[in-house]
């Protein structure tokens, strides 16, 4: 190795230990191949034990129609009970909504009445959520709607309501709830 100032000259060429050490990896390897070919072969954990008799005539069984309760019970599949979705609302009950809908939205600030379609689309589907709840208390996760509607848009729309006294929220139980109220 030379060493001037500013630069540092490293040989160019392999050492003779690299060689050696190569070498010995090479043997390494070939002696754990020739190892693994000469093992033999890991055997059944399950042996088959049936076995083949010349003789089965004096081994037939013969049932009489007897079946047991337990066999009847397995043949059931399971069935799952049927989620609810959200009740269908009619012509009239959507328009009313709507209209309710736009009186929220117009006593919120600014940005979710106008600029931004995709705030008002996101408040509209917030509100909806809030609406469905019929009373019972709401957590944030289940406002959550990926991709358009994540975590951090849901927190604003709810932010917004509250400020508003639209939503109450609610954290006495242990968890943040958020209640509807409407328009006072």
């Keep these: 190795m030379d060493m001037n100032a500013l630069t540092v000259d490293w040989p160019?060429?392999?050492?003779?230990?690299?060689?050696?050490?190569?070498?010995?990896?090479?043997?390494?390897?070939?002696?754990?191949?020739?190892?693994?070919?000469?093992?033999?072969?890991?055997?059944?954990?399950?042996?088959d034990k049936t076995t083949y008799t010349?003789?089965?005539?004096?081994?037939?069984?013969?049932?009489?129609?007897?079946?047991t309760n337990a066999s009847a019970n397995t043949a059931k599949p399971a069935t799952k009970?049927?989620?609810?979705?959200?009740?269908?609302?009619?012509?009239?009950?959507k328009k009313e909504r709507s209209l309710?809908?736009?009186?929220?939205?117009?006593?919120?600030?600014?940005?979710f009445r106008g600029n931004d379609p995709n705030l008002r689309r996101n408040m509209e589907t917030v509100i909806e959520g809030m609406m469905d709840s019929?009373?019972?208390?709401?957590?944030?996760?289940?406002?959550?709607?990926?991709?358009?509607?994540?975590?951090?848009?849901v927190n604003?729309?709810?932010?917004?309501?509250?400020?508003r006294k639209i939503v109450r929220k609610d954290n006495s139980t242990g968890s943040v709830l958020y209640h509807w109220h409407g328009l006072p």
């Excluded at 019929?134 to 848009?153: C, H, M, S, W, Y």
């Design 156 to 163: 604003k729309c709810l932010i917004a309501l509250v400020n």
């Design 54 to 67: 010349d003789t089965a005539e004096g081994e037939t069984t013969y049932t009489i129609g007897t079946t």
């Design 12 to 47: 160019q060429a392999p050492a003779d230990a690299s060689f050696q050490l190569a070498q010995r990896r090479a043997e390494q390897d070939a002696l754990a191949t020739l190892e693994s070919l000469k093992a033999p072969p890991p055997s059944d954990i399950d042996p």
């Design 134 to 153: 019929d009373g019972r208390g709401v957590k944030l996760i289940e406002l959550i709607a990926p991709p358009d509607l994540n975590q951090a848009r």
């Design 100 to 111: 309710a809908m736009e009186k929220i939205i117009s006593c919120l600030p600014l940005e």
């Design 81 to 93: 009970p049927k989620k609810k979705g959200k009740p269908k609302l009619t012509a009239k009950e």
